[in-house]
């Protein structure tokens, strides 16, 4: 199954019936009066989460709906059928944008959840709601009015607790296959992951968290190098952000560099994100001795003026992450029992989350500009922006529990 995490949609409601201009017309009965109907009301336009879906590939290349439209009224009072409701399946965490003036008309964040984006249009009414006493022979109706069009952007987030951030091969895969039951592809050769894996982290009965492994960064990425940093945005809905390093990299390359490149890469995609809890964790700490470690450890420390928690693991078998994957967990029901406590918390942390995915929905236009006008000749630049496209990328995503 492709992975689409965005998708542009026209939906247009439906046009609300006519009134009817009719008069009463029977046998032995002179002078009837009016006796038409009003039109029936145009459906409306519903986006609903389901929770069984977990791609846009359904909006990739259909691209129009349009709900029913009424139908006009009839004689003898006879109002027209109403048009039917149309309503569109969504991935849960998708958010809806009006493409014409950048409002954000809603996020569906529970399965079930519906979204009202386009109002069905209001019926005409029939000559005989015009009828009075001087009036007895009207021959005004009205035309049903035209239903709501908007331009909509759909953009999927996953939903997930903690987010995995680092370079290609830090491990990250090989983590959430470790302490979940999903399983992403791994390897004994250098490749990169191409779309986000979910894997729901079991502590004990009733005690789990989601994990999100996004597809790694490098050095760049702002500037359109790799996948660029178009999967960074699954990261704002997260609680908590686990900055992975490889201490043993296979190309022998410096993890002090890689570890600040991907710091200032976060910097670049979203300061709001960049201040977000993170945690340092120091990944295949087992091919190096432990006195190894405890230099790289400091030289990162040092070089990201790191204050917050570090861990050292081994994840391929599955060394450490024991103690990690506990403390999330304690992180996670902190944080939830200190909202519960203190409302003005969860409205703060829907407020941060909502400058994520706005600063992250501008960083990503503004690169796709840039490969626009550099497509056109008219962007001059040394780096090497790689042309993305969904249709590249025919993989699997899976969410697994």
Known sequence: MKFVDEASITVEAGRGGNGCLSFRREKFIAKGGPDGGDGG????????????????????????????????????????????????????????????TREILGDLTEHGQRLLVAQGGFHGLGNTRFKSSTNRTPRQTTTGSEGEKRNLKLEMKVLADVGLLGMPNAGKSTLIRAVSAATPKVAN??????????????????????????????????????????????????????????????????????????????????????????????????????ESVAEVREKIIDALGWEGPVYEIAAISALGTQRLCE???????????????????????????????????????????????????????????????????????????
Request: proline share 4%; net charge negative; with cysteine.
């Open 41 to 100: 009301d145009g459906g409306s336009v519903f986006l609903e989460a389901d929770i069984n879906l977990n791609t846009m590939v359904d909006y990739r290349f259909t691209r129009r709906f349009r709900a029913e439209s009424g139908k006009s009224g009839g004689s003898k009072q006879c109002t027209g059928a109403s048009g039917d409701d149309l309503i569109l399946k969504m991935p849960v965490g998708t958010t809806v944008i009006d493409e014409d």
């Open 189 to 290: 050769y250098p490749f990169t992951t191409l779309v986000p894996n979910l894997g729901v982290v079991s502590i004990q009965k009733y005690r789990s968290f989601v994990m999100a492994d996004v597809p790694g960064v490098i050095e760049g990425a702002s500037g359109g190098a790799g996948l660029g940093i178009r999967f960074l945005r699954h990261l704002t809905r997260t609680r908590l952000v686990l900055h992975m390093v490889d201490v043993a990299p296979f190309d022998l390359s410096d993890p002090v560099a890689t570890a600040t490149a991907i710091a200032n890469e976060i910097e670049y995609f979203s300061p709001t994100l960049a201040q977000r809890d993170r945690w340092l964790v120091l990944n295949k700490t087992d091919l190096l001795e432990p």
């Open 327 to 401: 403390d999330i967990m304690n992180y996670i029901e902190e944080s939830r029992e200190a909202e519960e406590e203190h409302p003005e918390l969860a409205k703060l942390e829907h407020q941060q989350q909502l400058a994520m995915q706005q600063e992250a929905r501008e960083q990503i236009e503004n690169l796709r500009r840039m490969k626009r006008a550099e497509a056109r000749g008219e962007f001059n630049d040394d780096d090497d922006f790689d042309d993305w496209d969904d249709d590249d990328y025919d993989v699997e995503f899976e969410y697994v529990r």
